[in-house]
T-cell receptor
Framework: DSGVTQTPKHLITATGQRVTLRCSPR?????VYWYQQSLDQGLQFLIQ???????AKGNILERFSAQQFPDLHSELNLSSLELGDSALYFC??????????????FGPGTRLTVL | AQTVTQSQPEMSVQEAETVTLSCTYD???????LFWYKQPPSRQMILVIR??????QNATENRFSVNFQKAAKSFSLKISDSQLGDAAMYFC??????????FGKGITLSVRP
């Protein structure tokens, strides 16, 4: 158990809908990262938040957005869903002490299926 | 942009034997970090080992060790005394100045009893 929690574990929805994925980082970790894992794209970095502020952005679609709240939990919002958005979405967290790459610890993931 | 290449999609090893998983990367940076993550059938991403580029000494974690060749931009993972529980997908990852992890496509390792 990495200490990172994600809810829900599974999500099935229809095209055009909007969903919210939730992540709670390990205690003491200030950074939260979101990744998408799909068969065709592999594991891709989407976005990073540090202590409530966006820090780095990857291949995140405009239909997707994220935020990190004062209690450091994070939510990833996916809207206007398409079949191709079906994937495993991971959240990871790290201490982010500054000056070096802290190890990222991954949550169990949320499996999104868009029908 | 940095790229990570894992050219072998699958490998197989006999239980108790040693196996080496290959990874190469492309970067113009001198300071970076490299990781191997394991993803078993449960899909959980588990950190196996980490290497700082400024360290010449190869990282080791119990039965797992790396062969880090900075000039060749190579970062292979050696698993000694393979166990059935080592069967999983293994991902090599690069972390650089852009503050994001870039993953290779992964390699599926099977362990024969």
């Amino acid at each position: 158990d990495s200490g990172v929690t994600q809810t829900p574990k599974h999500l099935i929805t229809a095209t055009g809908q909007r969903v919210t994925l939730r992540c709670s980082p390990r205690s003491g970790d200030l950074s939260v990262y979101w990744y998408q894992q799909s068969l065709d794209q592999g594991l891709q970095f989407l976005i990073q938040y540090y202590n409530g502020e966006e820090r780095a952005k990857g291949n995140i679609l405009e239909r997707f957005s994220a935020q990190q709240f004062p209690d450091l939990h994070s939510e990833l919002n996916l809207s206007s869903l398409e079949l191709g958005d079906s994937a495993l979405y991971f959240c990871a967290s790290s201490v982010d002490s500054g000056g070096s790459a802290d190890t990222q610890y991954f949550g169990p993931g949320t499996r999104l299926t868009v029908l | 942009a940095q790229t990570v290449t894992q050219s072998q999609p699958e490998m197989s090893v006999q239980e108790a034997e040693t196996v080496t998983l290959s990874c190469t990367y492309d970067t113009s940076e001198s300071d970076y970090y490299l990781f191997w993550y394991k993803q078993p059938p449960s899909r959980q991403m588990i950190l196996v080992i980490r290497q700082e580029a400024y360290k010449q000494q190869n990282a080791t974690e119990n039965r797992f060790s790396v062969n880090f060749q900075k000039a060749a931009k190579s970062f292979s993972l050696k698993i000694s005394d393979s166990q059935l529980g080592d069967a999983a997908m293994y991902f090599c990852a690069y972390y650089g100045a852009n503050s994001k992890l870039t993953f290779g496509k992964g390699i599926t390792l099977s362990v024969r009893p």
